[in-house]
């Protein structure tokens, strides 16, 4: 039998260009995302669904953050300014409302985390004011710090025992993080100034731009595409997610005023842009880009950096009904929430699962509370 060896070349030509990577190029990983192209999909698999109980006490608008204690999950939501506390199958505990100006009060809130340390639940004042409320009964004030100078605060990380990152959305030529000493109760450093220009609509996702992973404190910057490894009070550029074409620059907007709208010039010109939100475990490295007015799940292997899509629904404002990347619950396990119980049925009509689940979602309705939904990845 005779070989042809141009079509075996052209044969892997093919398979060459089918299976596209996330390369590494001076310590950066670049992932290049063709945002038009037919990526090879991959499913989830349902491993375990939890409906956040639905009382009088526990209903809310919106779970902007849910974060996870040995024992606990508390969700915060912006709107109401309270942090919404249920146990580990869902069940609704308490709320914390502690609006006010005095000692252990918040006037707004806009993040929340656990600390180790002093087993508390750190909530932070974006005026400057981050209060600590032990974990075990949420009503003892452990810590309460006021940042000096700093006029506004949106999210916070601990880095350890004396040292917490800030992060300030920021417009052009203001300094975006600062690192806080407790011990020295001052502000140490200063660093990556703003290329966001103040117009309509410039704050697009209110969700973490820090996330922990293997022991590591990493901050992705929403505004230019890169991903940070944070050493001490320096920032490591790791990840580059490059978008071509459909990359969105501030400087092509520098011009206008506060009432240009970015998302309608986003929508118009065929831009991408990358939500601040990233997973990452030992396998996998996942994020979402929000593309023609709804978000997409992009998969990158660790083992041969190969790129995938998640095989979610990406319907016009997607990301109102549901994410597949849970803010605060971005690490080591796959898990999503449902803001709109009620869509549950057509978000996962592609998805694996087994008929307890199955009932579990044909029973979700609309004005439910979100639902959390853990998974695994079908290929």
């Known amino acids: 039998m005779r070989i042809n060896i141009g079509c075996i070349f052209m044969i892997l030509s093919l398979f060459c260009i089918s299976c596209e990577e996330a390369r590494v190029k001076d310590g950066i990983q670049r992932i290049q995302i063709d945002i038009t192209k037919k990526y090879p999909i991959v499913d989830i698999q349902i491993k375990r669904i939890i409906p956040l ?132 109760d001052q502000i140490v450093k200063e660093m990556l100034e703003s290329n966001v220009v103040d117009a309509k609509g410039a704050m697009t996702f209110s969700m973490s731009p820090f996330r922990v992973w293997n022991n590591s404190f990493k901050f992705t910057n929403i505004n230019t595409y890169y991903s940070y490894k944070i050493v001490e009070t320096t920032l490591d550029p790791e990840i580059y997610i490059d978008v071509g074409n459909n990359s969105f620059d501030f400087k092509t907007i520098a011009a206008q005023d506060y009432t240009y709208d970015i998302f309608n010039h986003i929508i118009e010109n065929k831009k991408a842009f990358p939500i601040s939100i990233i997973f990452e475990n030992d396998e996998y490295l996942a994020f979402g880009i929000y593309f023609d007015k709804a978000i997409r799940t992009f998969i990158v292997k660790k083992s041969d950096r190969r790129i995938f899509k998640l095989n979610m629904p990406e319907y016009p404002s997607n990301m109102m009904d549901f994410l597949t990347i849970c803010n605060g619950l971005h690490t080591d396990e796959f898990r999503g929430i449902v803001s709109n119980p009620g869509m549950a049925e057509q978000i996962f009509e592609d998805a694996v699962f087994g008929e307890t689940i199955e009932n579990q979602i044909n029973n979700l309705k609309s004005g439910d509370n979100p639902v959390i939904f853990e998974y695994e990845l079908k290929f």
């Open 53 to 184: 109980e639905l009382t009088k006490e526990s209903a809310f608008r919106r779970a902007h953050k849910i974060i996870e204690s040995s024992q606990h999950y508390s969700v915060m939501d912006r709107s109401l300014n309270k942090v919404y506390v249920f146990n580990k199958d869902g069940q609704f505990l308490e709320a914390i409302d502690r609006t006010g100006n005095g000692p252990g009060e918040y006037t707004t809130i806009t993040d929340i985390n656990i600390d180790p340390y002093a087993k508390s639940l750190q909530i932070l004042d974006p005026r400057g004011k981050l209060i600590g409320l032990a974990l075990d009964d949420f009503s003892d004030v452990t810590d309460e710090i006021l940042f000096p100078g700093i006029r506004n605060v949106t999210n916070f990380q601990l880095l350890n025992e004396d040292m917490i990152v800030l992060y300030s959305f920021a417009y052009v030529g203001e300094k975006s993080i600062r690192f806080y000493s407790r011990e020295e």
